[in-house]
Every structure is written in C-alpha cells, then in structure tokens.
C-alpha cells in the first residue's frame, strides 16, 4: 500500500505550494482509517520538506518516481521514502530512504541500536541504517518481482537535523553503514550523488506499483539457506511422535491452496519437542514457498533461534520469518499460508507496548492465516495476562469455522527423559497430587545446595566447556544494575554472594553468551528454552510452612508484570485473585525447574523451605509426616 506517489516534478511543485503534508495527512486517514498524530504531523512537513528542497536540482531527472509510505505486505512497517527509475545500465532500480528529524544521536553497546530523543525522553531504538536496510532485505527476500527480476534495492537513512557528533557514525556501526549509508545536516549533495549514481532514468512511478501487486513468498536463496543449516543440526531431529506431528503440519499445510482454514493444536509438556517441531516445520513450509512464520510472545525463543538458523546469512534477513504473536493485529484476512505459534500459553489479548491494539491475539493469528498451529502447554501460563489454553484457541476457531486437529507429543527428551521427576515436581510443587512422592530410581540429577554459593559452584563446574549450565531465579529481586552497572540485584552477605540479573547489553540472547555464566536469569529470558543444567534460586513468593507450599505474591519484584493485575482482581474477587497468583508463581518455578535436560539444583531463600526440599527429595511418604512435626516443633 502507497500512501502518496508522483514523478519527482509533481512532488517538488506540491512541496513548494505547501501542501504536501496535508496531501499525506489526507490520504493516510483514507488508507488507514485514523488521523495521524502531531509528531506524524510534523515529520510529513518537515522531512517531506527537506527532501523537496533536495530533489530540486538538475541533476535528478523530473520524471524518476517518488512514493511516500509504502506501507510493507504482512507488515505494519511502512517505508518514508522511495525513488524508482532505471540505473544506468537500464535495470530498474529502488532507492529506499528512512527519514529522522533527530537532532541528539548516542552510541549504545548494543549491536545496530543507537540512542535519541523520542517521547519526551531517551530511547534506545534501531540504527536508521539498520531500518533502511532491513526494508531492502525483506523487498530482496520476500517481493516474488523483486528477486525474479533482480531489481537492485538501495537503502540509506537520512537524518537531515542532524550534525555529525561520531555518534551515528561510530565505529561499532561500520558493517550496517556500508550497506546502508548515513547522511546528515549539510551533506545533501552527497545523497543526490548516491541517488543519480543509482537511478539515472525515470519511470513515473510505474516500478513501485508492479511491486506493490507482486506475490510476497520468500526466495529461493532463502529458502536453500534454511534447508541446509537445519540438516546439518542434530538438536533439530525430529523422533518418535515428534516426526508425525511434523507430518500432520505439512498435511495440512497443503491443503491451503483449497482455501481450507485449518487449526492445528499441539499438547505438551517441558521437553517433548514442541519447539524442534516448530522449527522444522517453519524451515520446510518455507522451503515450499509458503509464507509463513514462526511466533511467540516470549522473545527469548525467537532471538535464539533466529541466532542458530542464521548461519552465514545477516540475522535480519531471518528474523522476517519470526515475529512476536501482537504482530497480526492488523493483518489481512488469509495473508498468510501459515503461522506457527510456539509456546502459545503465554498468548494474551491486547498487543502493543501499551497494550492498546487488537482485540485477542489467538482470533487474530487465525484470522490471519489459512493454517494456525498452536503448540501449548497450559502449565507454563506465567503472568496474568497469559490467555493460551486449549478453550481459547478451540473458541476462536469454531468463531472463524475452521477445522480443527489435536494432537498431543507424550515422551520428553529434557530432565534426561524421565516423566518421574516431571510428576514428583508437581507433587512437589504442589501443583497437583500424582503417584511420585519421591525420587527414588530417577535418573535425573536433582540436588538441593545449602547455600547460594555452592549452587553456583555446582553450575560453574558443570558449565564447562559446553557452556550449557545457568543460573536462574524467581523474579523476587529490582533489575537496579540496569541503570547502575555497578551495584548488584541480587545479594546474599551472609554467604558473600552477590550477582546481576543478565545484563541488558545481550537481550534476549544471554543464554548464548558464554560470560552469561556470571549473570543470573529469570523465566523471561529462558522460557521456551533448553540448558545441560539449572541452577534454581527460589525467592521468598514461595515458601512452605508445615508441609504446605504457600506462594507470596508481594515477594515479587515491582519489575516484574508477572502479576500485574492482581491487586486489582483482589479488590473484587479475592479468592480467585490468590488462585490465580499462586498458580503463576508455582508455574513459575516448574517452568525454572525443567530447563535442565541433565540436572536442576536448587536452593531456597527460606530457610524451612529449603529443608523442605531437601527432605522432600529424598524420603517417602511414610516418613514425611513426622518431618513436618519436626519442623513444627523446632519453630
């Protein structure tokens, strides 16, 4: 979708009677429904301005094509600028520019992020760069006319306020500036250079319009790429139910073209592969041409596994199959062939950083795609915004009249593959009441420390050379090093421990970092995800008295919107508001305590607790009884 497009004559003789931003402005509440905002406002006058001043030179034919807003398929990003022609030697061509009024320009230590001005207050966001690039990579991927033809695509940001500082310039960006080049304040002859060398001839807009009807399915490099990397990945081998599953989602998957909805949900606990399934499915749907995605609310998932599929390819190119289950509030009905949505308990209504937009994520993944696969664990609801369960997804379907097939993966390949110490850590945990009150002939190597040190000496030595063991807490302690690299979150004096959360600068893919050994991780950057082994810190929202395992919602941190919601609920129905609460808490920790594929160790904060577990692991029954009267009576 083109909000605005003209030969570049038309578009000077609109900016030099000043009404091009109210030309702009008026078409983008007939497109998109709605007024934009002041600042949107603002920015269509004053960037459109600056590139009408620009593109008055002679040296720029009158009849090159300009289109403002081309709003990207199966995407809310929209494109500020564009000019379309012929280079010189007659090969159609785009140039793709992104427009900053910034003023103020930061270097972060994070990769292709800057900091600036936005809001009213510093924000870290994408190098301009990076942006103008990313548009470029998705049109050279996914536009069926672009690949096809081999149209050239020319990115570049221009950030016409903007004096150089060595800021956005810094030598930490110089990989993204070479395929995307910068220009700033003054430097305008030096993009009209960069535009005529690129597009010598016009074309009235004639390109653009043929791109903009082109059939978006991802190319072939891409595809060839993917293939090859997950064949080469024994991680990704799909065993047992794993392979029929897989099977069933390519079944289906070809019945598309019929115009059949179909909704797949797939059960299953920490460890049967519901991931490896979704990931191989992702790669072979579009390996077919299919256009399709892989989605999940947790980004810890997505980074990583857009980090692993990467390979020698920039992740950027693959992070346009990944994208977070708030992205299809807005899409089309039936846009895409697929979306497959990997741990989709954690699914919730409104999507948005504010949490204004759309109505229910599960209706609008449906609605968007002639094939949704759900793969779901209802246990791992972790926060009380979690809507994912099997009612829902099976509500919203009968809603959209799609057929539906349940599917459930029974064996698990993590905690060594033993099912006992799953349903004695629900006993545990006291989730539900099961048959396994003890861990006696388990084969998994669970250990209850004596004190925070020991448990990071433990994960310290078992970390080793593969890298494979993590230290994770209950959210029970302020992220304060976020802002102050120098203090500690999470400190214990009394065993002279103290650690930081993982630290900002990796995101979500502190799990790969092999300094991350020295951070401590919560349930939001490691759900979803597989270690060798996990060290456990259990805060003080779980404790148990007298043999009874209590959760304490007021022991979260005020960082975390786990359980935001609660107090309110409280107010009202307080029963359900502790049920609630206490089952996120409890599945917390299950979630925590099942990361480990070869062991978990533990230690509570509590002390009475901590010998709970300690007892608890190692007796039966018969004898738990007078463990609890002891307890009691050395109180």
């Not at 040190?453 to 807490?473: D, F, M, P, S, Y």
Request: hydrophobic letters at 35%.
């Amino acid at each position: 979708m083109i909000l605005y497009s003209a030969s570049k004559a038309k578009f000077v003789e609109d900016v030099k009677a000043n009404r091009i931003a109210r030309a702009v402005a008026s078409l983008f509440k007939q497109r998109f429904g709605q007024t934009p905002g002041q600042s949107e406002l603002a920015a269509f006058h004053n960037s459109l301005n600056y590139m009408g001043n620009l593109l008055d030179h002679d040296g720029l034919r009158d009849d090159i094509g300009i289109a403002i807003e081309y709003r990207i398929p199966q995407s809310a990003k929209r494109i500020d600028f564009l000019i379309t022609g012929k280079g010189i030697d007659q090969k159609s061509a785009v140039v793709i520019i992104e427009l900053k009024q910034w003023t103020i320009v930061e270097a972060t230590g994070l990769h292709e992020v800057v900091r600036t001005v936005l809001g009213g207050g510093k924000r870290d966001v994408p190098h301009p760069s990076y942006q103008s690039w990313s548009y470029a990579q998705f049109l050279r991927d996914f536009n069926s006319l672009v690949y096809e033809q081999q149209i050239g695509i020319h990115p570049c940001a221009y950030l016409h306020n903007c004096v150089e500082d060595g800021a956005v310039r810094h030598s930490s960006y110089e990989d993204v500036l070479s395929k995307a080049p910068v220009f700033l304040n003054g430097e305008d002859d030096q993009l009209r250079l960069f535009i005529s060398e690129r597009i010598s001839t016009g074309d009235r807009c004639e390109l653009i319009y043929q791109i903009d009807q082109a059939k978006i399915r991802p190319s072939k490099s891409l595809t060839s790429h993917l293939s090859k990397l997950l064949k080469g990945k024994k991680e990704f081998t799909l065993i047992d139910e794993q392979k029929v599953c897989y099977e069933m989602g390519l079944s289906l998957a070809s019945r598309v073209e019929r115009g059949v909805k179909d909704v797949l949900i797939v059960k299953g606990g920490p460890g049967t592969g519901k991931s490896v399934v979704a990931i191989n499915l992702l790669v072979e749907l579009t390996n077919r041409r299919k256009l399709v995605h892989y989605a999940t609310r947790n980004s810890a998932p997505r980074e990583v596994y857009q980090s692993i599929l990467s390979g020698t390819l920039s992740k950027t190119r693959i992070a346009n199959l990944f994208k977070n289950t708030g992205f299809y509030h807005d899409a089309e009905p039936d846009s895409f062939d697929a979306i497959i949505v990997d741990e989709a308990h954690r699914a919730v209504a409104k999507s948005g950083m504010f949490k204004n937009k759309g109505e229910n994520q599960i209706q609008e993944i449906i609605n968007a795609a002639r094939l949704s696969i759900f793969f779901l664990d209802e246990d791992q609801r972790v926060t009380f915004s979690d809507i994912g369960s099997r009612e829902e997804i099976l509500k919203w379907a009968k809603a959209a009249k799609a057929e539906v097939v349940e599917m459930e993966l029974p064996s698990q390949f993590r905690c060594n593959g033993s099912d006992g110490y799953l349903a004695w850590l629900d006993q545990a945990l006291q989730i539900r009441e099961t048959a396994n009150d003890c861990l006696e002939g388990v084969d998994y190597d669970f250990q209850v420390c004596d004190s925070p040190q020991e448990l990071r000496e433990l994960i310290e030595a078992k970390n080793g050379t593969e890298n494979t063991a993590r230290l994770v807490a209950g959210y029970c302690w302020d992220w304060i090093s976020k802002k102050d690299s120098k203090k500690f979150d999470i400190s214990f004096p009394k065993y002279n421990f103290n650690m930081k959360w993982n630290l900002a600068d990796d995101g979500q893919l502190w799990l790969l970092k092999k300094d991350s050994i020295d951070q401590i991780g919560c349930i939001h950057t490691c759900q979803g995800l597989e270690l060798g082994y996990v060290g456990v810190i259990i805060g003080p929202d779980l404790i148990v008295r007298d043999g009874e395992v209590l959760t304490v919602p007021k022991a979260r941190s005020k960082n975390d919107s786990s359980i935001k919601g609660y107090q309110k609920m409280r107010k009202t129905n307080p029963l359900e508001a502790d049920r609630v609460a206490s089952a996120i808490i409890k599945n917390t920790y299950r979630t925590l305590m099942t990361r480990g594929q070869k062991g978990c160790f533990v230690w509570a904060v509590d002390f009475e607790t901590n010998l709970w577990m300690k007892h608890f692991c190692q007796i039966t029954q018969s004898s738990r009884n007078s463990m609890v009267a002891e307890l009691g009576e050395s109180k």
